[in-house]
Every structure is written in C-alpha cells, then in structure tokens.
C-alpha cells in the first residue's frame, strides 16, 4: 500500500516551523491574570485556523519526509504479520451464532450469522479464514456502509430477539453524533425508521417492537433516553428518562436475563441504577437505590438458588465446594447483586431481593456475599444461569473467579483460590490463572442459558487466546489465538515487574517487556519474580532504548496486553514500559484518589519517577528515552516534560488534553462539567485553580524551552472530547518558546483518530518512524 503520509512535492522544507500568529487575550479568574496569546486558534470556522493547522500539518510531513522509506516498512511488518482475511470465534445468541470477519484489502469488519444446529449447539465452529461459511447470513457489511466517507465508526449493533432485525447507528464525521436504522433481514433493506443524532448504545427491547436510544445535550453528554416504536416516525418517540445534572452520563442496556430493562447513569463519584420488567416496554422504570453523594453502585439481576440467598438454616456459611447442601431443585430465588462502595473503599458485593414497584434497596440490610477487602479491588460480577464471574484486582493485576450455580468447580490442575474470603464472606470462587506473573485473564459471560464461559488470555508476549472454559470440570480447550505471521515465538521475548519509589516514598510499579537477544543482564537470564527488582535478576549491561508509556487517570489500569506493531519497536531493541502511576485503577480505589483532584501532582511526578528509576537502574539512560500518553496520557507526558525535560529524548502526546484549565474554567464546553470530580472545579474554587495553573502543560512551557525534548502532538479536527485546539496551542506556545515540537492532525477523524484498519496502521507507523528517529534507530 503506498504510503499516503508522503508530503506532496509543494509541501514546505524549511528548517523553521511555521509562525503562528499572536492575539493575546487576558484571562483573570481568582485574582491570576494569564495571556494567552493562542486561544484564536479555537474558532474552527474561521479559514485562518484551518490554513494555520494545514500549514503545520505540511510543515510536520515536509520534516519527517527521510522516514517516509521507514514508515513503509513499518506498516508493511504490520501488514505482513496480521492475517487480513480473518474470522472471530462465534458467539451464540438465540437460535443463532454471530461473527465478524476481515478481507484482505478491505478497512473494515463484515458482520454475518449461521444457525445454531439445535438448542444444545454450545459449541462454535471452527471457521477457517477465506473459506465459505456454510448457511451464512451477511448482515451488515462495514465497507459499503463507508463507502464515499473519509470517515466512519460503528456505534450501535443490536439484533432483535426473534433474528428478524438488525439495528445499526453510524457516524461518518468523527464527531460521535451517530444516524440510526433498522434493517429488515430477511430483504436486506432498511425499514423507513431513521433516527439522527443519537448516541452509542442503542438497542431492541426483547419484544422487537420497541428501540431504546439515548441523545447527547449541547456538551455531548448522553442525558436523555427514549423509545422509539418501529413503523413510526422518529418525531413521536417517546422520552423516558432525563438527567439534567450535567455531572451524569446516562446508559440505558438490558439485563443479561433479559428480564429487566435497566437505566444507569453515574458521574465520577456517584451512580444510580433504574429497573423496567422487559416485558412492560411502555411501562415506568424504578429507581433501585436512590443516589448518595459519592456513592458508586452496579446493579446484575441473578436467579440464585435458594440456599445460597437463605443460608439461616446453616450453622456455618454455605461453601460451593461443598454441593450437597447448595442446590433444593426447583427453589431458586430472583436477587440483584449489587456491587458498591459504601463505607467500603474498594467495593464489596452484596445480595438483595429485587424490589417491588414503589420499593427501593436498602444496601445496609441486604447480605454481604464478598466483603471489603483492602488488597482486593471488586469491579464487577456478571451472572449466568448456571455461574456467576466475579472481575477484581489485586497486586496490580486484573483476575476473573467463577462460582458454579449447579455443581462443584473442580480443576484439572490446581488454580490459586483469591484471597476475597474475610468472616462476613459466604461464596467461595474460584480463580482462573494461567499461572504469569504478569498475564490478563477476563472470564466473558455469554447469554443467560449458555454452559460454558469463554475466557481471553494475553500477556505482553503472549497474543489473545480464547478458550472455552468448562465450569464444571474446569477444562480449558483452546478456541483460536491470535495469529501472528512471520515465525512469532514467544520465547524471543521476555517481560517483568519493576518498582519505582515515588517522592513519598509510595513504590509504583512498572512493566516491562523486551526482545532477549537485544536487551543484555548482569546474569543469564534477566527473568524476575513478580515484585522483584533490577538487582535481582542484575541490571541490563548496557541503557537500551526505551518507550515509557503512562495515562494516569479515571481509575483506568493498562493490563498486560499482546500488541502487533510493538513487535516492530522490540526487534529493533527498544524496550517497551508501562508506568502504572497513581491516577489510575492498578492497585486500587485509593490509588485512584491519590493521583486526582488535590493529589494529581502524583500522576506527574510519578512518572518523573519512574523514568529516573529505569535510568538509574541502567534500564536506559535519559538520551534513550521517549515518554508517550494519549489523552489525559497527553496531559501526564506534557506535563513531565515541564517538569523534568532534562529526562527524555522526546515526547510523543496522541490527543493531549494539555489546555485542562482553560477547558474546566468554560462549563459551556463539552465535558467540563462532568469532569469537575475528576480534577476540580477551577471556576468557583481559588485552590483547585492554583493547583491547576501549576501543572497545566500549557501554561507552565518555560520561556526559553530550548532545552526540551522532540515532541510530536498528534490530534483530529472532529474529536469532542479533547478539542484539537488543546494541543495545536501548545505546540503553538513550544514552537514560539524554541521547543522542537510538531503538530500532526487529521481533519477527518474523532478522539479515536482515523477509521479502518489499514488507516490505523499507517498512523502507528508514522508514530513509531518518529520515534525510532528520536532514538537513533531509524537507519
């Protein structure tokens, strides 16, 4: 595939960056005046900023012009590594069995179906890629739905019941504003109903007859839900729900019985969850617990059998390793399992009966099944039929257990038991583990009936592997793992934990993986237990180049994961790393608090920290190094570079959110209001302001910042949720200071970035050619 970032023959080659114009304007709130002298760049409408950021889009290409023979190369190691004419393992859902494939040359899925053999068919086929599926149904195909647009995502796919209909919602602008149809499937044509602007999320009610949709508000906050009744027009639908709390998103989904319909709405402390019996579509939905300040809940309906949900008759609390005394056939009862964190910092599961109309749930009084526990972060339990899976954390590691409903859970081979159990703790899962230091396992629960669980495993060298897992016996049989053409061994490649010391001395860790024969140890093998340290498997013999990556943020945690175009940077000798800082989820809700609002300073100099520990350990060294966040990513590495930009060759920032003051001080602007619990409300507080301005990236560039390490500042003209301004401000503001910054933008494309894969790859190509420049490796 040619490579279409090639700068054109008339694109600029001056060694100088393009100059961008200053109209100051002072900005005073809380007695601080700041000018700035690039907040004009903000009106997308006006030709002069449009020209403005392709001038820097010309100028960026016109400098990475010698790596355009790499980036081809890099894209066409992609390429020749992924296998483009691809199937995924099927998924059953009523008399069917969905999938999605790829075709080579084609940027985007086809979805399709075949009929399931009967009701016990629990098995997929083993579909060979490029061969004909035998009875499949195309149903919807991503191609020709993007046909004629530079852009185009998926944001809504949803079948009815009865398989008769398919519902899909498309955007092709990049602004996440998606048009909604329903396609008959039995023709192939969509039916007359249309609905525009709608957010993700749409879906059928199980009787088919009805969809259930949500709308965003002027700051593209989904706040509104409505039902829309097939056969009508899109101007008498229903609204259903309003949250005019601007710090609330609002969810609307279906239980995994499908008895309940069910509205969720949150902001970044507090959430509530409303509940419809299915069957009564047009009916009103009920609030489950009514909404606490800074109170946080999730709400799974689940049919438990009665000994579990009434254990009074028992001296000693039920073990479901013990069968006998847990299943009376033919009593089971309906319960929600209620996931929250009340007076429990890292949430504790409890078991309540549904509510009656009129009714709400009292947390305090329902029964405790998986208590509090410090080390233990709960995130989730999903129920079945036949199991329950309970998701959780501990040691900066995400874990799936499972409980079986119908019979005892026993293991081929032995599997560590989680420390979840404290006194008050009355269910026993199971933990599933492949036995990695550093590996990710998520247990997915299929439909309601379904007897086996499908678990995903990767690791940072071990590609996604999806097994069928059988509850009962335990038996795990490999459904596909991720191909990787071109003699991808595993075994070439090596990762480890390491930890760094924070200035209040917190130890945070950090992930690692590398190629062996390119990074060198003081002994063998380099190979490290969990939690160990440089020195003990002996610290590499000489700095290797390194990529530390870090986000920091919304309790968000960056698991070990397979990736395809690392490959690319690893046989090249760059080691790769994680900084797991605070601000994010890994080692709990507390590590979360401490890396927000008052406390986000932590995120930054955590990260400062961690670089400096893998310099000082030999790891790398500071000319060897390049920092990369996306989003509030951007912010972390935008704001290191402040900081400490004596430790970093470059910084590659994808979608910075680096302008955050200005944003949190305009309410008018998408996002803000919601985000105020995330890092405060600078508007009305004089102490959130203050904290702010001293981190902000934008406001804190130095004067004189020709000291700075390469930056490269990547971004979409379409993205809501960081507006490209942030990032074209401060490049703006580096360029003027005398930083080697660049501006690269897409001016078709979202917060995502570009559509198709194809698209992607010359994107990651185009960021990694950059950064094996900065690290001396692009010859």
């Not at 101007?235 to 969720?264: A, C, M, T």
Request: one cysteine or more.
């Amino acid at each position: 595939m040619p490579d279409a970032l090639t700068p054109s023959e008339t694109a600029p080659s001056t060694a100088e960056s393009p100059l961008t114009e200053r109209r100051p304007i002072e900005r005073t709130f809380h007695g601080d005046t700041f000018t700035d002298d690039y907040e004009w760049l903000r009106r997308k409408d006006d030709p002069d900023v449009v020209a403005h950021l392709e001038a820097q889009n010309a100028w960026t290409l016109a400098q990475q012009e010698h790596l355009a023979p790499l980036r081809q190369t890099l894209f066409d190691e992609i390429k020749g590594r992924t296998l483009e004419t691809d199937l995924s393992v099927p998924s059953r859902d009523g008399d069917w069995w969905y999938y999605a494939r790829t075709v080579e040359g084609q940027q985007y899925p086809i979805h399709a179906r075949y009929r399931a053999a009967g009701p016990d068919d629990w098995t997929p086929r083993v579909l060979e890629p490029g061969e004909p599926v035998p009875g499949e149904q195309l149903l919807l195909d991503q191609n020709v739905q993007a046909e004629g647009h530079d852009f185009f995502a998926l944001g809504s796919l949803d079948v009815s019941d009865d398989g008769a209909r398919l519902l899909h919602a498309t955007d092709t602008a990049g602004d996440e504003r998606y048009t909604l149809r329903v396609r008959d499937l039995a023709t192939g044509e969509d039916l007359p109903d249309e609905v525009r602007d709608t957010a993700p999320g749409a879906m059928f009610s199980p009787d088919g007859e009805h969809i259930f949709y949500l709308t965003v508000d002027d700051a593209w906050r989904p706040w509104r839900v409505w039902r829309h009744r097939l056969g009508t027009q899109s101007s008498d639908d229903v609204l259903v729900f309003e949250e005019p709390d601007e710090r609330y998103w609002v969810g609307v989904g279906l239980s995994r019985s499908k008895k309940y319909l069910q509205i969720e709405l949150g902001s970044k402390v507090t959430s509530e969850s409303w509940l419809l019996e299915s069957d009564n579509p047009t009916g009103d939905f009920r609030v489950v617990w009514p909404r606490r300040e800074g109170v946080e809940y999730t709400v799974e309906h689940a049919v438990l059998p009665a000994s579990m949900v009434e254990p009074s008759s028992l001296s000693e609390p039920p073990s479901l390793i013990d069968p006998p005394s847990l299943v009376e056939p033919g009593e089971t009862r309906d319960v929600l399992l209620i996931l929250h964190n009340k007076d429990a910092l890292n949430f504790e599961l409890v078991s309540s009966p549904v509510p009656a109309p009129g009714d709400t749930v009292t947390p305090e009084a329902a029964t405790v099944v998986v208590a509090h526990d410090a080390d233990v972060r709960l995130e989730g339990v999903s129920a079945s039929e036949r199991y329950l899976v309970l998701y959780y954390r501990r040691g900066a590691i995400s874990r799936s257990a499972v409980l079986s409903l119908v019979e005892p859970v026993s293991q081929a081979e032995p599997v560590e038991t989680p420390r979840l159990a404290t006194p008050r703790a009355t269910w026993s899962f199971q933990e599933i583990s492949f036995g990695q230091p550093l590996e990710s396992v998520g247990a997915g629960v299929g439909v309601w009936e379904q007897p086996n669980l499908k678990v995903g495993y990767t690791s940072f060298v071990t590609p996604q592997s999806l097994y069928l897992y059988d509850v009962a016996s335990g038996e795990r049989i490999l459904l596909k793992q991720q191909p990787v053409l071109g003699g991808y061994d595993p075994g070439d490649y090596d990762q480890r934990r390491e930890w760094a010391t924070a200035e209040d001395g917190t130890r945070i860790p950090i992930s690692l993986v590398w190629r062996k024969d390119k990074v060198r140890f003081g002994n063998s093998t380099g190979s490290v237990t969990e939690g160990g340290s440089a020195g003990e498997a002996g610290a590499p013999t000489e700095p290797a180049p390194l990529l530390l990556y870090g986000y920091g943020a919304y309790e968000s945690s960056i698991d070990p994961y397979f990736s395809v175009p690392r490959l690319s940077l690893l046989d090249r000798g760059v080691v790769f790393a994680i900084a797991h800082v605070r601000g994010g989820g890994e080692m709990g809700r507390a590590w979360y608090d401490d890396g927000k609002l008052k406390s986000k300073l932590n995120t930054f100099t955590d990260f400062v920290a961690c670089g400096r520990h893998l310099a000082d350990t030999g790891w790398t060294a500071s000319d060897r190094m390049v920092a990369d966040g996306g989003s509030a990513g951007g912010l972390l590495v935008g704001a290191a570079a402040n900081l400490a930009p004596e430790l970093f060759a470059g910084v590659l920032a994808g979608v910075p959110f680096v302008d955050a003051l200005t944003s949190m001080l305009d309410p008018t602007l998408p996002l803000t209001v919601t985000e105020w619990d995330e890092w405060g409300d600078p508007l009305h507080d004089p102490e959130v302001y203050a904290h702010m301005r001293s981190y902000t990236p934008y406001e804190n560039v130095a004067d004189d910042a020709s000291h700075y390490p390469r930056i490269l500042a990547t971004t979409s003209f379409n993205d809501t949720r960081v507006l490209y301004v942030e990032p074209a401000k401060w490049v703006a503001r580096l360029q003027t200071a005398g930083a080697p910054a660049m501006l690269k933008i897409e001016m078709s494309a979202g917060h995502g970035g570009v559509s198709g894969r194809y698209s992607a790859w010359e994107q990651i190509a185009f960021e990694h050619a950059w950064v094996l420049d900065v690290l001396g490796l692009a010859r």
